[in-house]
């Protein structure tokens, strides 16, 4: 949901409540685990595992629970689960365009968790590339705006290799090509320290207009229902909603 103040402020409710959710260290952990059989279970030698390693970090997770999960990427783990990540689109109330982000050892159950997800909230499940189009994937790496200036941020943001630098009185959210994700973040963090969130993004190419509130909250319902899912990673929409809407769902 990047891309928009009024978007990225029900993002950063809805990322919130997520890391209230007991699942939220499976979750994180199957992504460490993929990460780590990606390539090398050394950080410092695999980017994608040392993204995963910063997440986990940026929720607290207890650092043995990092270990079991890169342990559990390396050759010969016990659990013996095969995880393969799987896209899927749709459309939720209003015509609003979803990509879900997933980590699966079943794409058959996958499947039969989401697709209920839309009928009961009024949205449809789409084919592949049914909406992918709408929107561009990229390294994302966010900082609160206290953390410098918007001149201060675009700087060295360019000078790092990013794509483009958008900040607001909340954030500075850095983009990147996905190849650079790993060297920009390390160059931002050598100088703001650690970011708030870094990592792959499905950002909106253009916003879709939602005026209804009751259609947003709609909209909202499908995107917490979909995150309880297990095999669900990330969720990315592109709605806009106006200041009155926002500050409805966020009360709410």
């Not at 997440?55 to 079991?68: E, G, H, L, Q, Y």
């Not at 650079?180 to 050598?190: I, Y």
Request: charged share 25%; glycine share 8%; net charge negative.
């Amino acid at each position: 949901m990047a891309g928009h103040s009024h978007a990225k402020n029900v993002a950063r409710r809805k990322e919130a409540q997520g890391k209230k959710k007991a699942n939220l260290f499976g979750k994180i952990a199957r992504g460490i685990t993929v990460a780590a059989k990606s390539g090398s279970p050394d950080p410092d030698m695999n980017p994608r595992l040392r993204l995963a390693i910063d997440k986990a970090k940026s929720v607290s997770m207890p650092n043995d629970r990092i270990k079991r999960a890169v342990e559990q990427g390396m050759p010969g783990a016990a659990d013996g689960k095969d995880y393969q990540e799987a896209r899927y689109e749709g459309y939720a109330p209003g015509g609003v365009a979803v990509v879900i982000e997933c980590l699966t050892d079943n794409v058959a159950r996958t499947v039969g968790d989401i697709r209920p997800m839309f009928a009961k909230f009024g949205g449809t499940l789409g084919t592949a590339g049914s909406v992918s189009f709408m929107f561009e994937k990229l390294g994302e790496v966010v900082y609160p705006a206290s953390k410098a200036s918007a001149d201060a941020m675009f700087e060295a943001g360019v000078e790092a290799g990013a794509q483009n630098v958008e900040s607001d009185d909340e954030y500075h959210n850095v983009y990147t090509e996905t190849t650079d994700l790993a060297a920009v973040t390390d160059a931002l963090e050598k100088k703001f320290g650690a970011p708030e969130k870094s990592g792959m993004i499905w950002k909106p190419l253009n916003m879709h207009a939602v005026t209804d509130a009751e259609v947003a909250a709609s909209v909202m319902k499908l995107l917490d229902a979909l995150d309880d899912l297990d095999d669900v990673q990330e969720v990315f929409i592109n709605m806009d909603i106006s200041e009155d809407i926002a500050a409805k769902l966020n009360a709410a």
